[in-house]
């Protein structure tokens, strides 16, 4: 038998799994649209307000089905807030340091987490405008990733009390 | 017929730490489990029922691990539950106990909680891709630090403040055996030369990783009354919850949460909780949530919070509203565990049974515990008289 120095404690044992995802009829609306370049969002037909992306078909507040009509939203849009990522971890898709930021596109009336670039991350405010830079459209698949990265666009800062209630 | 008066007679936990290899998580949990009873004067076999709480399977990989820690328990022929509330679990693991007792359905409940970190990988379970958004998710602090960003700017708190949370609850843990880390050396200086991991959270700002259980014996009335030992009254439970995404969402300051406090104190009889509660134990995994949960709480007015941290309000010496004593889950974070830790330790504190980080003549104290994106709260009072 092993002695005491060679004992088994712990094994390592990894586990994995690709899942298929069934958006709904409001998200795969959504998704359809990033395939054409166009942000696609829904309106709940009770308290009006317009969400991006349609994620779960119905308002998570009123609790009905979204109108199946298209609204349009973006492309640009205003950092709510933000955070600098700077810690690296497993599975991590982007390299730090990198921004997170919270955009609230014109039209959608919830933020969306998205990359913002091309600008230093202490250069970074609440209420920046931003706009989106789209990979090349050969690369475009139903997915977010459609747009690489926002980016500042030079428009005058969005006032405070204009967002508040997006935080 | 009213609910059934009871009380937490035995509470118990592992020493928190980074890795427990030398345990199973069956392990892990029957060591809590048996502090609990001992220190409840009981053994399993007096136990009617046991419920189960942790955060997401994904963390340690290991899907319902309650059928395998009933076995660990003793709990074969019993009733036996699992509560998924995510990080808050461990608080509303020991509520669906308390209501259970309170039901009259059962005298003597084992509550149970835990996590073993070092088993799996939170940071990667907490930011795996999902299908509809941008990859850039960077597990818990990249989920709260934008929210503790729009908090500070909001309440135009000095930058400070989360650092000076930090020390405190890194201090109070040096009281506190049970605690993952000891670490007696930080001043606010130190701390906030400390790097940014999610700017604007520091690295002494955010919680460990730990491995760690907690349990908790809470019986009813006439068998709490027939023990020895201290108890502390369960006066007011609440839990709610709220969707995680949705426009117009106060995500600094949920209305779940303030919905979950004002119910609380409604329940309790307390109309004036800065005054009326001598400790609380509150959900914290990044400093800066202590001022805006003493907000979102009630202890204090929208963009307030802070000021009670610079006046040394929250202080364990010299504090007249102590928060986390223990050193909180700044200083030992077993996600699934946490909550119920919090809620051990007010119980501790009522019970007089909190050693060196005893709050000198605590008779009313909370229990406090968050979830998921800020979306399930938590909450109970216990109190050393009956209610």
Known sequence: MSNEAEDVLRIRTPIGVDYAWSAGRRSSAYLNGLLEGRLIGKRCPSCTRVYFPPRNGNCPMCGVLLVDDDVEVGPNGTVTTFCVVNVPFLGQKITPPYVAATILLDGADIGMQHLLQEVDAADVRMGMRVEPVWAPREDWGPTMENITHFRPSGEPDVDFTDYAGQL | MGAVRCAVVGVGQTHHTSCRADVSIAGLVREAADRALADAGMTMDDIDAVVIGKAPDMLEGVMMPELWLAEALAAAGKPVFRVHTAGSVGGSTAIVAAQHVMSGVHKRVLAVAFEKQSDGNAMWALSVPVPFSMPVHAGAGGYFAPHVRAYIRRSEAPGYIGAMVAVKDRTNACANPYAHLHEPDWTLEAAMESPMLWDPIRFVETCPSSDGAAALVIA????????????????????????????????????????????????????????????????????????????????????????????????????????????????????????????????????????????????????????????????????????
């Open chain 2, 220 to 387: 009813a009335e006439d068998v709490a009354d027939a023990l020895p030992g201290p108890k502390a009254w369960i006066r007011a439970t609440s839990m709610r919850s709220e969707p995680t995404m949705f426009a117009g969402r106060n995500q600094v300051s949920p209305q779940a949460g303030k919905d979950c406090s004002a119910e609380l104190w409604r329940k309790a009889g307390i109309t004036d909780p800065l005054r009326e509660v001598d400790v609380a134990e509150i959900y914290v995994p990044f400093s800066w949530f202590e001022p805006m949960w003493l907000e979102n709480l009630g202890f204090a007015e929208r963009n307030e919070g802070w000021r009670l941290v610079e006046d040394g309000v929250t202080d364990l010496r010299g504090g007249s509203l102590p928060i986390n004593p223990s050193g909180g889950v700044l200083s030992s974070n077993p996600i699934g565990a946490s909550g119920m830790i919090r809620f051990g330790e007010a119980a501790m504190q009522v019970m007089g049974n909190a050693g060196d980080h005893q709050v000198d003549g605590a008779r009313t104290a909370v229990g406090h515990a968050y979830g998921g994106g800020s979306q399930f709260f938590a909450m109970w009072v216990v109190g050393a008289e009956k209610p």
